[in-house]
């Protein structure tokens, strides 16, 4: 069973009108494109998310995963355009997932046992921008192949939330 995010970070999407692409095609592109840039410790797989409740159907993810931290990638054909999305999530062990969920106990643990580091954010941010990168020059090859205008530096941004606070 694919583990679960329980805090996002950071997250982008852009919808690409007149483009169509299968969405398999597009996450092994983006496979390939991820391990190009060598990233330590990185796992790759695909995992299902329902669209609603119990009963609607599943959408397929691709997910780049390293030490706690998740990238679940989306696309699908969406009216006449495709959209690809990521978001980027952390999950952490079941042990720290119970002491995160208990007031005080969560911040003193944090604090002393597990402090967050410059090294911790540095890493956690290039990981994020190695994936990114690799999402976008997957979009920019597609696109420039189709003929259509590439992405503005302002489409390309991710949207950042707090990140790192415990």
Known sequence: ?????????SHWYHLIEGFQV????FY?????????????????????YREGGPLSPKR????????EYLFDICCAPFGAGFFV????GEAPGWLEGIIASIPI??????????????????TALMFQESVHAAVLEVIDQM????????????????????IFQK
């Open 1 to 9: 069973m694919a583990k679960k995010v329980s805090l996002i970070l």
């Open 22 to 25: 299968s969405p398999s095609e």
């Open 28 to 48: 092994e592109a983006v496979e390939e494109a991820v391990l190009r840039r060598n990233i330590p410790n990185l796992k790759l797989s695909r995992v299902t």
């Open 60 to 67: 397929e993810y691709l997910r780049v995963e390293r030490k």
């Open 85 to 88: 999305s990521w978001w980027l």
């Open 105 to 122: 106990i969560n911040h003193l643990f944090f604090k002393f046992f597990r402090p967050l580091t410059y090294y911790q954010l540095d």
């Open 143 to 162: 696109m420039e192949a189709k003929g259509l205008r590439l992405l503005s530096e302002t489409e390309r941004k991710p949207i950042l939330r707090e």
